[in-house]
């Protein structure tokens, strides 16, 4: 399947990630984006393609090209390239990269956009099974030791209009005695 010519002459014929010629384009829409619009795809090599669709970042070497595509003029490869180092940040060369260009904010929330709306799938619940939302009331189960602020939150604690952590389905945020912390929910019971 040939690409539009109009990617076609922006792309130069070259995967716009690692620069590959001579190989068979393909245009992958940066999600969540559609490929109704030249300004929403990348042209991408079928190496590229196959392990982007499925999210194979275990060559991390292979990725070296994004210290390269991250400069792009074109804010689709930008937000691709912004992304995949975010999967990589595990290498310094890759946190280092993301740390050194300054995108738009808009290739940014582009970039993030697709974990955001996963972490929204996440569904928090109680050590009953029992699903939280934020603004809830919760009734810890347990004594939870509470590092860095040095006490002890008995059992029974009321803490009051929790906050769902957006990455993370086993925790929430709450006040317990001024102190704003993480607590597990399996340590606490929605109160009713
Ligand atoms: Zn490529």
Not at 170 to 189: A, D, F, M, P
Request: proline fraction near 3%; hydrophobic fraction near 40%.
């Amino acid at each position: 399947m040939a690409i539009n010519p109009q990617l076609q002459s922006r792309c130069n014929n070259s995967c716009e990630l690692c620069s590959a010629e001579n190989v068979e384009l393909q245009a992958y829409a940066v999600p969540p984006k559609s490929n109704d619009s030249i300004d929403n795809v990348v042209a991408l090599c079928p190496d590229c393609y196959s392990k982007i669709t499925e999210s194979d970042y275990s060559d991390a070497n292979y990725w070296r090209c994004l210290e390269g595509s991250i400069w792009s003029e074109v804010p689709s490869v930008q937000a691709l390239s912004y992304k995949l180092l975010g999967k990589l940040s595990a290498e310094e060369w890759a946190t280092e990269t993301i740390e050194s260009v300054a995108l738009d904010e808009a290739v940014v929330l582009w970039a993030n956009a697709e974990d955001e709306l996963e972490a929204s799938k996440l569904v928090h619940k109680d050590s009953f099974g029992v699903v939280l939302a934020t603004g809830d009331n919760v009734i810890l189960t347990q004594n939870l030791n509470i590092k860095g602020a040095n006490f002890i939150a008995s059992k029974g604690t009321m803490v009051r209009k929790i906050r769902l952590v957006p990455d993370n389905d086993e925790q929430i945020e709450g006040k317990i005695e001024g102190h704003t912390i993480v607590i597990l929910t399996k340590y606490v019971r929605k109160a009713v």
